[in-house]
Structure formats: C-alpha cells, structure tokens
C-alpha cells in the first residue's frame, strides 16, 4: 500500500515539474484537508435555479452514483460525501460557494462545477490553492487544452469544437456540395462549436452561407431562423442551448422552411426532441443528426443493457422523485463512477496531487454509462477524457445510431 | 435602395416583429391593467404569468385535460391568485411609499420563480397550442396560423377592457380607486375590493399571456424573465395605462428591434449586433420617459398642487 502511495506521488512530482510555475508544490506534505479516515468531501456547485437548472440533474445523478457506493461501504473505506450548492448558473455566486466550499468546508476537491464560463470564474483561485477543479462540467476548449497554464483543472465531456469538427466533418464527406446557415449562442460555447463546425467544413464543397448569434438573454430567435431560411441554405446547424433549439425547430416549422438539421448534444436529448417535436406537428425535426456519447435510458437498446439497469436501480432507490428518462442523470453517474475508479486507484492515501495525477494518466475502455466503444483517456499532451461520440439520427421519434465511432485528437 | 430580391426577406422580418411583438403586448397588457387599476408597476407579473401557465401544463399533460376546460381552471386559478396576492402580500404595505410596494413585488418575483422551479423543476416544457401549426404563404412571406392567433386574441383583449373601462360602473369604480381612493371610498366604492380585483384581472391577463408566449418559446421556470424587459418597454412606449398603447407599443417595438437588425446587414449599420437589442428596448424606455413620459397613446399626468 505504501508503494503505491510512494508511486502515485512520484507520478504527481513528475507531472507537476514539466509545468512551469508548479514546482514549489508540496506533493510530499502528510495530508490534504477534505480526507479522513472515513469520508472523502468533493464539493462543487449546480445551477439548481435560475436559466439552467434544466442541467441541476447532472448533480443529482452524481450524488445517487456516489450515495450507492457508499452503501457498499465506499472506496478504501471512505465515504464520499458531494456536497453542491447552488449557483443559479451566476460565475459570481459560484465565486462564493467555492470559497465556502474549500475554505469552511474543507473540500478535497471542487467536483462537476457545471458551465463553462462558472469554472472559468473559479478556475485561477483553484489552481493558485492547488485545489483540484476535477471533471468540470463544460466542453469549452481551453479546459483541456490549458493544461501547462492550469494543471488542476480538468474537464470531461467531448469539447465543443471537437463535436463542432465531427459534424463538419460528416457533412463533407457525405455531400458534394451545400449551403448551411447556422444559429448559435453569442458565448465561447457557441463560438467553439462554429469553429471546429468550420474546421470540419474545410476544402469540401459544404460552405457556411450565414451564422446568426442570439444572446442568452434573447426572448426568442425567430429573427435569426428567419435571416437563416431567407440565406437559401438547405442545412441547418442549431448550436443552441435546450430551450433556444427547440425554438429554432419551431420557428423553421412556422416559416414553412424544410432544411436538413444538424443538432449539438446539449440539446439532442430525446425529451428536448420531443419537445421540439410538439407532439409530431413539427416535421423539421425529423431526420437531425446530433453527436452523442451517453446511454439514453429512453433508447429500446439499451432495455436489458447492464449499465442502464444499473442505472435505474440507482435512481429508483437513491433520487426518488427524480425523472428516470432525463439523461443529465446518466452524465452525472458517468462522471461519478470516472470519480470512483480514480479513486479506487490512488489506494489508501489519497493527496490532491495524486488525484490530478491520475486524472492526467485515465484509461478507462467501458464506462457504462457511455456508450460502447467510447473510452476516458487522458496522457501527456492530451488533457481531454472524452474526445470520441456516434453520430445519429432522429428518426421516427427516436435516435437511431450510424456509422462508427468518431474520433477527434487534433482539437 | 434594398435589393428587390430581399423585399420578400425584409417583409419576413417584419411579420417575425410582429409575432414576437404580439407576445411583449400580450404580457404588456397585463403590466397596464394593473397600472390602471391600482395604480402600481408589479416586477412579479411575468412570474406569476408563468405560475398560471405551468398550471395549464399539468392540467393538460399531467392529467390528460383538453386544452378549453384547462383554459379556463386556469383563468379562474389565476384570478383567485391575483386576488389572493392582493390580499395577503401587498396590502400590508398599500398606502405608504410607493417604493415599499415596488419592493415587495420585486421579492415576490424572486419568490414565485424560486417556487415554481422547486414544483416543476428547471426541466423544459411544451404547453400545446389551441391554434393550428400551420403556415399562410403570402408572396414568399411565412405568416403562422399561430402568430395571427396570439395578436388576434391580445387585440379581442383589448376590445374587452376597452368596454369595461368605458361602459361599466365596474371600470369606473376601479379607475376612481386607482386615481383617487380616498374620494373614492366617500363615493361608497369599496376601494380595497376594486384594487384586489385590479390584481385579480392583471393575474388573468397574464396567464393569457403565459399561454399565448409558451407554444412560442418553451416553457420553464424563467420563461417571461427575458420578455418581462421588453414588455416594460412596450407598456411605456405605448403609455403606461392604456391598454391599447400597450399592444401597439408591443407590435411597433417587435417590428423596430427586428428591422434594426435586418438593415444592419446592408448599410453601415454593421454596428447593431445581436448584443445591442436588449440596450436598445432599454434606450427606448429612457428616451420616452425624458422626452414623451405619457407614451403614444397614454394621458399626461395632471396634479393639483
């Protein structure tokens, strides 16, 4: 057991003195706060009000992941206790609860902080602590491509100008040519997905015709589909948050308009499809293709799947109440388990140094919460854990898979 | 001059004004009627709009309602809410500084949202439409059975409250409550029943709204936090205690914000991005408030000094 402490903190010296500014860093020191010899505290925040708590569901499905292994006596006989308040989605209160959180509290580790300009806010005051930003909840970019500047933080699910890419990348290899008009929120989210979305696009006969931002604090985008319909493009890219995509399938319904629609994950769960659906009148929906990673529990594939069984065990006995076929919950015990083997792997003593350290080396082939196929990997020079999804499609009510597993490195 | 081809484009847009517009009048309307009647400006009507509509989505979807009877609860669920607002929160602090009032319904926004994402939760919603989802081409021009749907209600509306206020001892009696209700009450009007009708009727109106704005925008718990700005605009653009300038300061504001935007493309205007429109429904409430503080269509406050 002291060997692979001894390990695990070489491993993290090892990590740490190729990053420039990191090397006063007290890898050796006893013990870090947030760790007794029976809990682990992982803190972090959740929009459970305010214009996102659609995603308060991913903290939900964490704690139920976290509260059921801890009824099988936790990790190395350590509970782990995920203590999250809520932010509103405002990186400014998220400031305070993470001050809370690591200075009343004693958090080994701020966990699962969900948004992306929210870890941003916090991102410098962790990394000046030393304190882990594990598994930010966020696809921007610079969260795992940052890793010199901020070695403790990272991210976890595929980022945005990846998903951005694979989805250029389909259109050109399998349309000659097109015109594609796309919608997208006015913030780093949005701008990384046009990017990579561009980046994939390149030197094939697919061309951005029109690109029509619309702020967070829009009422609605009908303008926008409509300059997008009136630009002759016969694609549609929604790069657009859950409430703003379903509008813009609206809007291009009401205006008659018939594009072929390319969706981005955030918004391609089936309950926001059948929404957006509104109840089989909206024929635009039918047809979008959209990236995915996750195991929908709503998809008939996954019925006696092990991993989605699991799952519903879980949410029937730890977040009762809960709606089972929101697959934010599948995300949240998909990072919660990540959380758990890493854990696993740093045997009896774990230090924050050590957990960055083995979030930096992760190899884990079957998370079964994702879909098959899809691995967490991180490594030198790759700061990414998810970097791979299948593309599918929506039909007849429901996604329907095709082609194989895309993979992006270069992003 | 606009490229002839774009004419059918430039008519889109003002079509799409105008259905965005309907909705800003729908819960302008509402911000008016409670203006007129009580003489005060509710910061929680769009939340309490959205309450109203979350009980016509679980009528329907929950419990498998048709749409009418669930129309209806929810007017009666709503008045008796407004009612019931009236009664338990704003009395309390009626008679003393404005301000005080003002402030109490700027918690009471913060409370019924922070409410209604406890029952419902932040989850996204579709409330179904009573009108059809189909589409009039006319020249190229989309104009949706929807759109005209939710203008031709808010103007019936306005029609209605027009000969309430005109033609009943009712309108009279809550106007002389607003405007003066210490001489009101020597008159025999029972004042503090009118005001508490006043925010029973601003509470149905709203839920009009609600229902008009969700098949449109989706409905959570934050639904009418972005509309509620351009509302306020509307309702003073138009003059803040008539009803009529609400739905045409609604309509003019919807058409402006989008030509803005579409003739930003073609001529010098590359400086209007999509960042500008909230500002510039802003800049519309200041510049009526220094310039015509009564509105379009509202009357210049007179005071006996």
């Known amino acids: 057991m002291r060997k692979t402490s001894f390990s695990a903190v070489v491993l993290a010296v090892i990590a740490l003195a190729a990053l420039p500014g990191a090397l006063a860093s007290p890898a050796t020191r006893a013990a870090d706060p947030g760790i007794t010899s029976t809990t682990i505290l992982l803190g972090g925040t959740a929009p459970l009000t305010g214009p996102a708590a659609a995603y308060a569901s991913v903290a939900r499905g964490a704690k139920a992941y976290f509260d059921s292994v801890n009824a099988k006596g936790g990790v190395a006989g350590r509970k782990i206790q995920y203590k999250y308040l809520d932010d509103g989605y405002d990186?400014?209160?998220?400031?305070?609860?993470?001050?809370?959180?690591?200075?009343?509290?004693?958090?080994?580790?701020?966990?699962?902080?969900?948004?992306?300009?929210?870890?941003?806010?916090?991102r410098d005051y962790l990394n000046a602590h030393k304190i882990p930003q594990l598994f930010a909840a966020s696809g921007a970019t610079t969260f795992g491509r940052d890793v010199a500047q901020y070695p403790w933080t990272i991210g976890f699910q595929p980022s945005y100008q990846a998903e951005g890419w694979v989805l250029g990348q389909y259109l050109a290899k399998t349309k000659k040519r097109g015109k594609v008009g796309v919608l997208f929120q006015n913030d780093d989210y949005g701008k990384d997905?046009?990017?990579?979305?561009?980046?994939?696009?390149?030197?094939?006969?697919?061309?951005?015709?029109?690109?029509?931002?619309?702020?967070?604090?829009?009422?609605?985008?009908?303008?926008?589909?409509?300059?997008?319909?009136?630009?002759?493009?016969?694609?549609?890219?929604?790069?657009?948050?859950?409430?703003?995509?379903?509008?813009?399938?609206?809007?291009?319904?009401?205006?008659?308009?018939?594009?072929?629609?390319?969706?981005?994950?955030v918004s391609a769960a089936s309950n926001i499809m059948l929404l957006a659906s509104e109840g089989g009148k909206n024929k635009a929906v039918e047809g979008t293709v959209a990236l995915n990673f996750l195991k929908d529990p709503t998809d008939e594939r996954w019925k006696k799947d092990p991993g989605v069984r699991t799952?519903?065990?879980?949410?029937?006995?730890?977040?009762?109440?809960?709606?089972?076929?929101?697959?934010?919950?599948?995300?949240?015990?998909?990072v919660a388990y990540e959380t758990v083997s890493l854990f696993k792997r740093l045997g009896a003593n774990p230090t924050r140094a050590g957990l960055m350290a083995k979030a930096r080396s992760l190899n884990d082939p079957s998370n079964p919460f994702l879909l098959p196929g899809i691995a967490v990997k991180t490594g030198p020079g790759d700061g990414f854990p998810i970097q791979q999804g299948q593309l599918q499609r929506w039909t007849k009510g429901r996604w329907a898979p095709f082609g194989g597993i895309w993979t992006s490195k270069k992003l | 001059m606009l490229p002839l081809a774009a004419f059918a484009d430039f008519m889109q847009q003002i079509v799409s004004g105008l259905a965005s517009g309907g909705i800003y009048a729908a819960l302008a309307l509402a911000l008016v009627i409670i203006?007129?009647?009580?003489?005060?400006?509710?910061?929680a009507q769009g939340e309490m709009a959205t309450l109203c509509t979350y009980i016509a989505w679980t009528l329907t979807v929950n419990h498998g309602w048709s749409y009418w009877p669930a129309f209806v609860v929810t007017l009666a669920f709503s008045f008796l809410f407004g009612v019931?607002?009236?009664?338990?929160?704003?009395?309390?602090?009626?008679?003393?500084?404005?301000?005080?009032?003002?402030?109490?319904?700027?918690?009471?926004?913060?409370?019924?949202?922070?409410?209604?994402?406890?029952?419902?939760?932040?989850?996204?919603?579709?409330?179904?439409?009573?009108?059809?989802?189909?589409?009039?081409?006319?020249?190229g021009v989309a104009i949706s059975v929807q759109d005209i749907g939710t203008i031709a209600v808010t103007i019936g509306i306005v029609v209605l409250l027009w000969g309430l206020f005109r033609f009943t001892k009712v309108g009279l009696a809550l106007r002389a409550a607003a405007v003066n209700p210490a001489e009101a009450r020597l008159v025999g009007v029972r004042v503090t029943w009118m005001l508490a009708l006043g925010w029973g009727l601003a509470a149905t109106l709203g839920a009009v709204a609600g229902m008009l704005t969700a098949p449109s925008v989706g409905l959570d718990p934050n639904m009418m936090a972005p509309i509620l700005i351009y509302a306020f605009a509307a309702a003073v653009l138009g003059g803040i205690d008539s009803p009529l300038g609400a739905v045409v300061g609604g309509l003019l504001l919807g058409v402006l914000l989008n030509v803005v935007s579409y003739l930003s493309q073609y001529h010098g205007f590359g400086w209007f991005t999509e960042e500008l429109r909230l500002p510039l429904a802003l800049g519309i409430i200041l510049v009526v408030l220094l310039v015509k503080p009564s509105g379009l269509f509202g009357h210049a406050e007179v005071k006996r000094v």
């Open chain 1, 193 to 265: 997905l046009l990017g990579g979305f561009k980046r994939g696009l390149q030197s094939s006969g697919v061309k951005v015709v029109a690109a029509q931002p619309y702020e967070v604090t829009a009422s609605d985008v009908s303008s926008q589909v409509a300059k997008l319909k009136a630009s002759h493009a016969g694609i549609f890219a929604i790069f657009a948050t859950p409430k703003f995509a379903i509008q813009a399938y609206v809007f291009a319904n009401r205006l008659g308009w018939r594009p072929a629609v390319i969706d981005n994950a």
């Open chain 1, 91 to 122: 990186p400014a209160q998220t400031v305070q609860d993470t001050r809370q959180l690591v200075e009343q509290d004693k958090a080994f580790a701020i966990f699962n902080t969900l948004g992306t300009e929210v870890n941003l806010s916090i």
């Open chain 1, 311 to 334: 799952y519903r065990a879980i949410m029937s006995k730890y977040a009762k109440g809960a709606n089972v076929n929101d697959v934010y919950h599948v995300y949240g015990m998909a």
């Open chain 2, 35 to 43: 203006h007129r009647s009580t003489g005060v400006i509710n910061f």
């Open chain 2, 84 to 139: 019931g607002t009236h009664r338990v929160v704003i009395r309390p602090v009626e008679g003393g500084n404005v301000l005080r009032i003002v402030i109490v319904t700027i918690g009471l926004l913060i409370a019924v949202n922070g409410f209604v994402t406890w029952q419902w939760s932040g989850e996204q919603r579709q409330l179904e439409s009573p009108f059809p989802s189909n589409t009039i081409d006319v020249g």
